[in-house]
Structures are given as structure tokens and as C-alpha cells.
């Protein structure tokens, strides 16, 4: 597992790397912005006793890159075929990486990880159906109101 959780946190420090490539070639400032609410959500239903506890974070890993290819997937047609191209790639990397973490998380399972899929996709689909007062990548719908004043 430190193996395969290393290999991620280094291709996602590259991706950020990348990213703070490209924000400097569009002279793109960056903005500290707060977390959004969904990975809050999430944890509200990771189990406290271990093994337990770490298979639902992997399942919960695995939930947060899924999302991530959703989104990347619906802003490509929006933005400049140089930045959409570089969307696609990030989302063939966020899809392997929801596989790994899925793997990871049956490989230290002590029982059939399927109810707990099904125990977060429940947390995760109230949250992003839901009205979220803070917009984000992750966020659930937008408060109309509160849409604007999350711009930096």
C-alpha cells in the first residue's frame, strides 16, 4: 500500500506542479480558497475502528477522483482546446487513480466492500444534490446567491 499511495502523491504533486505551469503561462494568480463541504460529507460516515476506518477513506479517495473525472469531463467543451486537452489527460489519470484506490481498498478489507461503496455513494449523492453554500470543484448545487461572492 506505501508503495502504491507514494507512486499517487507523486503523480498528484506533478499534476500540481503542471498546473502552476499553467496558471503562470495565463497569468493566472493563485487564490487560497477554503475547502469545499465534500469531503466533510464524506467523513461523516467513515467508520471510526480499523481496519475499518481505512477502507472507507480508500472508498472515499476512490469517490473524490471519480467526481473529479465527472467534472473534468463536463469542462472540456467550455474552455480552449490546449486546456481541455490537459482536462482529458487529468482524467484518465483521476480514473486509474479511483481504481487503485478501490483495489486498495478490497485488498484490506475483512469483508465485501460493497455495501460500504453503497453507504458513501448515499453520503455523496445527498451532498452534491444538495443546495451547498460554498462553490467549489466538489461542491454540491449552488446557492444562487452565494455563487458569486465565492469568487476570489
Known amino acids: 500500500m506505501q508503495r502504491k499511495l ?21 497569468q493566472q494568480s493563485f487564490v487560497a480558497l ?55 489527460y487529468l482524467l484518465k489519470s483521476e480514473s486509474r487513480h479511483f481504481e487503485d484506490y478501490l483495489a486498495l481498498a478490497r485488498l484490506y478489507a475483512e469483508e465485501d466492500i460493497d455495501p460500504r461503496i453503497q453507504c458513501l455513494r448515499r453520503a455523496e449523492s445527498a451532498h452534491i444534490q444538495g443546495p451547498d453554500d460554498l462553490f467549489r470543484f466538489h461542491s454540491g448545487v449552488p446557492v444562487a446567491d452565494q455563487v458569486l461572492s465565492s469568487k476570489p
Do not use: N, W
Request: hydrophobic share 45%.
Open 6 to 26: 507514494a507512486q499517487l502523491a507523486r503523480e498528484e504533486l506533478l499534476h500540481y506542479e503542471q498546473v502552476m505551469a499553467l496558471m503562470d503561462e495565463r
Open 34 to 88: 477554503t475547502a469545499s463541504h465534500y469531503v466533510s460529507a464524506l467523513r461523516k460516515v467513515v467508520r471510526t475502528h480499523e481496519p475499518a476506518r481505512l477502507v472507507d477513506i480508500l472508498i472515499a479517495g476512490a469517490f473524490i477522483e471519480a467526481r473529479s473525472c465527472e467534472r473534468f469531463a463536463a469542462l472540456v467543451p467550455y474552455v480552449d482546446e490546449s486546456l481541455g486537452r490537459y482536462y482529458r
